[in-house]
């Protein structure tokens, strides 16, 4: 083990040890003048209560932090999502959904409709509103001064179900588009566009075969793309309560992932086929050339990735058996002919890719990468920049500050 080996990575899975409103923070070198504006993040803050753990981290309850940088000062907060269901397990004093709650607790919530929106993943910022997201839940809207909760939005009815985690913006477009899962007699992907100016609307639904997990989508110009991994949801362990959130789903290579495209235009006329089996965790960009869509993306031949988090106590920075690294990917789609192919960029491992705001569903050179690397076996996390400086596959990779 190498002398400077970090903390323990359980201390990223502990319960969040203080809120607090935005009070100064110290800064090592100088914050440029010209530098202003306030960074909102999302994540979990409480991963057990009641002297019971939550047995998978996507269950636990999320926690908004925020840094605000202004005349070279800079000032912190967080605050936990004070959402209705988690104000009302500290009212009982006990779990009332999920699987840390009591068996019959559990089947009387899920038959209720009483699942507790935890709002854990992503925060998105929208006509000067701040919503916490999940991937099963409407958007949870948070003061973005204060970071005080102020509750579920439905946007004014457009969202009949479930408003995932991972919007992206289309800036030709000046709008952000989003999907939500909606689970039933038949399962739908609901589509949603959210202008920077006027209302929120909801532009169709796609049916779908069955219950599956959906966690990212991207758009480009003119379409949206879903990459749908045979990755089912059982409907009748959720609904009994068995098990936690990984025994709920099941990797089914055999059905391939299916490629949904979308015209942003035409939404009631998608294009569907299906591809050897692989699973997208997370979406850099996608854009339209010479009657082609290429996208990036992360990669992994299956669902590992979700099921070896369990509650976090479990990792270590050593062992690799529990770490689960994704590849960047590029796809290319022929349109008119439905055909698909998917290549490695990089060899690097990597995961959380960005691209330029400004530059978001439209042709892009750059992409950020949280990555990651072993210094005498011991898991180092670092930012790197894929650079294809005049097109082709001539990348730069540049990794940052190693930790």
Same mark, same amino acid.
């Given at each position: 083990?190498?002398?400077?080996?970090?903390?323990?990575?359980?201390?990223?899975?502990?319960?969040?040890?203080?809120?607090?409103?935005?009070?100064?923070?110290?800064?090592?070198?100088?914050?440029?003048?010209?530098?202003?504006?306030?960074?909102?993040?999302?994540?979990?803050?409480?991963?057990?209560?009641?002297?019971?753990?939550?047995?998978?981290?996507?269950?636990?309850?999320?926690?908004?932090?925020?840094?605000?940088?202004?005349?070279?000062?800079?000032?912190?907060?967080?605050?936990?999502?004070?959402?209705?269901?988690?104000?009302?397990?500290?009212?009982?004093?006990?779990?009332?959904?999920?699987?840390? @709650?009591?068996?019959?607790?559990?089947?009387?919530?899920?038959?209720?409709?009483?699942?507790?929106?935890? @709002?854990?993943?992503?925060?998105?910022?929208?006509?000067?509103?701040?919503?916490?997201?999940?991937?099963?839940?409407?958007?949870?809207?948070?003061?973005?001064?204060?970071?005080?909760?102020?509750?579920?939005?439905?946007?004014?009815?457009?969202?009949?179900?479930?408003?995932?985690?991972?919007?992206?913006?289309?800036?030709?477009?000046? @709008?952000?588009?989003?999907?939500?899962?909606?689970?039933?007699?038949?399962?739908?992907?609901?589509?949603?566009?959210?202008?920077?100016?006027?209302?929120?609307?909801?532009?169709?639904?796609?049916?779908?075969?069955?219950?599956?997990?959906?966690?990212?989508?991207?758009?480009?110009?003119?379409?949206?793309?879903?990459?749908?991994?045979?990755?089912?949801?059982? !409907?009748?362990?959720?609904? /009994?309560?068995?098990?936690?959130?990984?025994?709920?789903?099941?990797?089914?290579?055999?059905?391939?992932?299916?490629?949904?495209?979308?015209?942003?235009?035409?939404?009631?006329?998608? !294009?569907?086929?299906?591809?050897?089996?692989?699973?997208?965790?997370?979406? @850099?960009?996608?854009?339209?050339?010479?009657?082609?869509?290429?996208?990036?993306?992360?990669?992994?031949?299956?669902?590992?990735? !979700?099921? /070896?988090?369990?509650?976090?106590?479990?990792?270590?920075?050593?062992?690799?058996?529990?770490?689960?690294?994704?590849?960047?990917?590029?796809?290319?789609?022929?349109?008119?002919?439905?055909?698909?192919?998917?290549?490695?960029?990089?060899?690097?491992?990597?995961?959380?890719?960005?691209?330029?705001?400004?530059?978001?569903?439209?042709?892009?050179?750059?992409?950020?990468?949280?990555?990651?690397?072993?210094?005498?076996?011991?898991?180092?996390?670092?930012?790197?920049?894929?650079?294809?400086?005049?097109?082709?596959?001539?990348?730069?990779?540049?990794?940052?500050?190693?930790?």
């Amino acid at each position: 083990m190498p002398q400077n080996t970090p903390p323990s990575p359980r201390s990223l899975f502990e319960n969040l040890k203080r809120e607090h409103p935005f009070e100064p923070v110290s800064v090592t070198g100088t914050i440029p003048a010209f530098l202003r504006g306030t960074l909102y993040r999302n994540g979990v803050g409480l991963f057990e209560q009641f002297g019971r753990r939550y047995t998978h981290v996507f269950e636990g309850d999320g926690a908004i932090s925020a840094v605000r940088v202004e005349g070279g000062q800079s000032l912190a907060a967080v605050r936990l999502v004070e959402s209705d269901g988690l104000k009302a397990e500290r009212e009982a004093q006990r779990h009332l959904s999920g699987s840390a @709650a009591r068996w019959a607790t559990r089947i009387r919530a899920n038959f209720t409709g009483r699942s507790k929106n935890n @709002a854990n993943t992503h925060v998105v910022s929208w006509q000067d509103r701040l919503f916490a997201l999940m991937e099963g839940g409407k958007p949870t809207e948070i003061n973005p001064d204060t970071l005080e909760t102020i509750g579920e939005s439905d946007l004014e009815g457009e969202i009949p179900g479930a408003f995932s985690a991972h919007p992206h913006r289309v800036e030709s477009r000046k @709008a952000l588009y989003n999907f939500g899962l909606r689970y039933g007699k038949q399962t739908q992907i609901d589509l949603f566009t959210l202008p920077d100016t006027g209302p929120a609307r909801r532009l169709g639904a796609l049916p779908l075969d069955h219950p599956v997990m959906v966690h990212d989508f991207i758009a480009s110009d003119n379409h949206l793309i879903f990459f749908i991994a045979p990755v089912s949801i059982s !409907i009748w362990r959720h609904m /009994v309560g068995f098990g936690d959130f990984a025994d709920k789903l099941k990797w089914s290579p055999a059905l391939g992932t299916e490629v949904i495209i979308v015209p942003i235009d035409r939404p009631d006329q998608p !294009i569907r086929f299906s591809v050897e089996a692989f699973f997208a965790s997370h979406f @850099a960009g996608a854009y339209e050339e010479d009657g082609h869509l290429v996208i990036d993306y992360i990669h992994y031949p299956d669902i590992s990735l !979700i099921t /070896v988090l369990e509650d976090g106590l479990g990792m270590t920075w050593t062992d690799k058996s529990r770490h689960v690294h994704g590849a960047l990917h590029r796809a290319r789609i022929n349109i008119a002919h439905r055909t698909f192919t998917t290549t490695p960029r990089w060899d690097g491992l990597c995961e959380f890719p960005r691209i330029n705001p400004a530059r978001e569903g439209g042709k892009y050179q750059v992409i950020w990468l949280q990555t990651a690397c072993y210094i005498e076996d011991c898991l180092r996390s670092e930012i790197s920049r894929i650079d294809e400086n005049g097109g082709g596959d001539n990348l730069h990779p540049a990794p940052w500050s190693v930790l």
